[in-house]
């Protein structure tokens, strides 16, 4: 470093005088950043003098000596200095030094210490959390200390401890050798860190302490799967035993029967699948989960034995297919859990966003994921709740799991970064399952959308053009039926002024008109009656009719987008009787061509008609429009096609097999061998 002489600089910091020392240490730890400065400073007995300010000095010269020595060491440089009598008096430092600047440089050399695997080159033989246990175990302190400093409203001193907490779980769940992690990261968990982190993650702090924040972040997730990669071996004495507590609280004795041998004989021989196993070999059910599995059912039974025991007896009077299997449910919970968290990915990717936009904190942390046990106990009772809505029955367990995991992706996954995780249990607990049933369609078109692409559209096409066809035939059918049509008097120049009287008189009907198709389907009958009635004329007594082979257009002044009134989708008519009067202002004109006389033909207005409700126009106008071979106009047919459509796509979507569903295009069945004489059944997939 310019300016600097090295030489001078390391005679200074062994000087009498302790401004000098100061001063010499002050500037050490800015220049020591430069790897060819720290070998001079080495070669030039500057490291002994550095270690010895830090073993014997106080104050600001304490703690520029620990930030000069942490530089050092993160160069790679220095690690002779590192002696157990220095680790002892940093780890001292950290429980009974008050001054942040002084806290901030031991944790920094105490990180880096426990991070570098050359640290082993100590003479102890030694290395990362091992290195600094014996010191601890003289501290007992210091881990609280180090989780109470977490919350320190220095962000530095704040960053420095979390980073230090980092590397200490690291080395341990890396430590294949080390069979204490397990301990360790519970004793942490008890001193309070995650709800510690969790705060953190959530509050407006996170930008500074971002880096420490996605490492905990990420060995919370290296946690998650170590724990599920252990398999479950009954010759462990901690597996034994958690499976030993399960039973027992499941109150296994009180729900035997006394008085009936056969029932109790049967609680013994079923000591397991009663609580939802697959069989009487539990540890085998632990196949996907693992460990982890069993931690989570374990927490949910313990913190929740009553609950758990009246869910058993409750299903306990369930017929066998309509039990909902618990064990079986809780482990799904977890896969669910432990996929939606991309737990696999443990650390992949996470330094490749930038960390200046704030738009990307709530993609990158997800403070959620720090209350696991709650999570799952919540996902588990929404597993209960949904089977219990649904009337599931065991052959539907894994259409539940996929709610589930809507479910859970819906509520978790949007879930903004300061929710707190008691609102995000609520929503969970409260989740609509007719809302869930609809998301589960949605998804469902959008993933065979992606994985069938051209295949979907064109059976979208083919169900949207059936849906049309039969909407045809229900609205011709409706004019095969018939209809009452009110009809008023017009009002004309030579009539006088309007007057109360002439208005009362035209909101009532002076006639009713009845129109019906004839049964060929190529006349339109009618006639007019003084009155309407709920009979319904013959053909023979409607005098007048329309050949419809003259008609040249139906118009109407019913819009495209005219409230709905009342249900499309039946053919029944308004139980309104026929005589009330008119709701509308709808008219559909009727107009054909006729003789003018003089041999040729001339368009004229055939027929009009004034529907009583929306509905009727629409499915006279959209009937008289369809038996002409044209579009239908209106919004009530509109919806009724893309209603039966979309009826038709997800029943044919329910119908196919979920693991048809991939990145890749299914592969279509082969025709070889085939004849003509074959069907195929786009919702199994097989051709036969």
Not at 87 to 99: D, F, G
Request: charged share 25%; glycine share 6%; aromatic share 6%.
């Amino acid at each position: 470093m310019e300016g600097v002489n090295i030489y001078e600089l390391v005679e200074r910091l062994g000087s009498d005088e302790e401004s000098v020392r100061k001063m010499a240490v002050f500037k050490l730890q800015s220049a020591i950043g430069d790897p060819s400065f720290a070998d001079v400073l080495i070669a030039e007995g500057g490291l002994p003098r550095l270690r010895a300010l830090a073993l014997r000095s106080t104050g600001n010269t304490l703690a520029y000596t620990l930030t000069a020595l942490s530089r050092m060491l993160e160069l790679d440089k220095g690690w002779e200095a590192v002696s157990d009598d220095l680790i002892t008096r940093i780890v001292e430092l950290v429980v009974a030094q008050p001054l942040v600047n002084v806290n901030r440089g031991a944790m920094s050399v105490l990180a880096a210490i426990v991070s570098n695997p050359h640290s082993r080159r100590a003479s102890t033989g030694s290395s990362g959390f091992q290195r600094l246990k014996p010191a601890i175990d003289l501290h007992p302190q210091f881990l609280p200390m180090l989780v109470e400093k977490i919350s320190s409203a220095d962000h530095a001193l704040c960053a420095n401890s979390l980073q230090l907490i980092n590397s200490l779980m690291r080395d341990a769940v890396r430590n294949e050798a080390d069979t204490e992690w397990p301990r360790f990261i519970k004793q942490l968990q008890e001193l309070g860190v995650i709800k510690s982190v969790y705060g953190l993650m959530q509050s407006s702090a996170v930008q500074d302490l971002a880096h420490p924040l996605l490492e905990f972040q990420s060995l919370t997730k290296i946690l998650l799967r170590k724990w599920r990669e252990e398999a479950v071996d009954l010759e462990k004495a901690d597996h034994r035993r958690a499976l030993r507590g399960i039973h027992i609280a499941s109150n296994a004795g009180h729900a035997e029967v006394p008085d009936n041998s056969n029932d109790s004989q049967k609680n013994q021989t079923e000591k397991w699948r009663r609580l939802g196993f697959e069989t009487e070999a539990p540890q085998e059910d632990f196949g996907s989960t693992g460990f982890l599995g069993l931690m989570d059912l374990t927490d949910y039974v313990y913190k929740n034995e009553d609950g758990f025991q009246k869910i058993l007896l409750e299903q306990a009077t369930e017929q066998v297919e309509r039990r909902c299997p618990l064990a079986r449910a809780s482990l799904s919970v977890t896969a669910v859990l432990f996929e939606h968290f991309e737990a696999e990915k443990a650390e992949a990717d996470e330094g490749r966003y930038n960390l200046e936009s704030r738009a990307n904190f709530d993609r990158l942390f997800r403070p959620l994921l720090l209350h696991w046990s709650r999570l799952h106990t919540s996902g588990l009772n929404a597993f209960l709740r949904l089977w219990k809505a649904t009337s599931a029955e065991v052959e539907d367990f894994d259409k539940i799991v996929e709610l589930v995991r809507i479910l859970i992706e819906q509520v978790v996954g949007q879930a903004p970064r300061v929710m707190e995780v008691k609102d995000v249990e609520d929503e969970l607990a409260r989740f609509d399952c007719q809302r869930l049933r609809e998301l589960q369609m949605e998804l469902l078109e959008l993933t065979y959308e992606d994985a069938w692409g051209h295949h979907l559209r064109q059976v979208r096409e083919e169900l949207n053009h059936e849906a049309l066809q039969f909407v045809k035939e229900q609205r011709i059918r409706c004019l095969l039926e018939g209809s009452w049509f009110p009809q008023h008097s017009n009002y004309s120049s030579d009539s006088g002024p309007i007057t109360k009287q002439y208005l009362h008189h035209k909101s009532s009907p002076s006639s009713w008109r009845y129109v019906r198709l004839s049964h060929n389907r190529r006349y339109l009958h009618y006639a007019d009656f003084s009155a309407a009635s709920t009979f319904k004329p013959q053909l023979d007594a409607l005098v007048e009719k329309i050949d419809l082979s003259i008609v040249s257009s139906v118009v109407s002044n019913v819009s495209a987008s005219a409230p709905n009134t009342a249900s499309s989708i039946s053919t029944i008519k308004d139980a309104a009787s026929p005589t009330q009067a008119s709701t509308t202002s709808a008219k559909i004109t009727i107009h054909g061509y006729i003789a003018d006389g003089v041999g040729g033909q001339e368009e004229a207005v055939l027929l009009q008609l004034h529907p009583k409700t929306h509905t009727l126009a629409s499915e006279w106008l959209d009937g008289l429009l369809m038996l002409l071979n044209q579009q239908p106009i209106t919004a009530d047919t509109s919806k009724l096609v893309n209603l039966i459509g979309g009826y038709g796509l997800k029943i044919r979507l329910l119908n196919v097999r979920h693991e048809d569903v991939g990145l890749e295009e299914p592969v279509l069945p082969s025709r070889k061998d085939l004849d003509d004489d074959y069907y195929y059944d786009i919702g199994g997939m097989d051709a036969a």
